[in-house]
Nanobody, 122 residues
Framework: QVQLVESGGGSVQAGGSLRLSCVASTYTDTMCMAWFRQAPGKEREFVTHLYTTYGGADYANSVVGRFTISQDKAKSTVYLQMNNLKPEDTAMYYC????????????????WGQGTSVTVSS
């Protein structure tokens, strides 16, 4: 099991920025690190994921050009830089990890953090 601890959530106005962090207890070159989010009353949805072996990433269409995922292997940490935030980005953001390749679906991930809350006001 991989333990994940997120931080960095908060409340911002539309157009603002936040950077989320996720520290993993295990971080190797054969993992997929991802961010998902869940708004009240909605299903958990894919935001982005990153292949730890080379840093390649994929994004949900709704965040392309605004969000960036990155990693610091030395710190066993993955980041989510969120710019130009919109009220519809309001959600609980979860870090997830799995060994092996990436897939934009929560069912493939067996390690989850506790979540960090992001609220964007208009």
């Amino acid at each position: 099991q991989v333990q994940l601890v997120e931080s960095g959530g908060g409340s911002v106005q539309a157009g603002g920025s936040l950077r989320l962090s996720c520290v993993a207890s295990t971080y190797t070159d054969t993992m997929c690190m991802a961010w998902f989010r869940q708004a009240p009353g909605k299903e958990r949805e894919f935001v982005t994921h990153l292949y730890t072996t080379y840093g390649g990433a994929d994004y949900a269409n709704s965040v392309v050009g605004r969000f960036t995922i990155s990693q610091d292997k030395a710190k066993s940490t993955v980041y989510l830089q969120m710019n130009n935030l919109k009220p519809e980005d309001t959600a609980m953001y979860y870090c997830a990890a799995r060994r092996g390749g990436c897939a934009p679906n929560a069912v493939y991930f067996d390690n989850w953090g506790q979540g960090t809350s992001v609220t964007v006001s208009s």
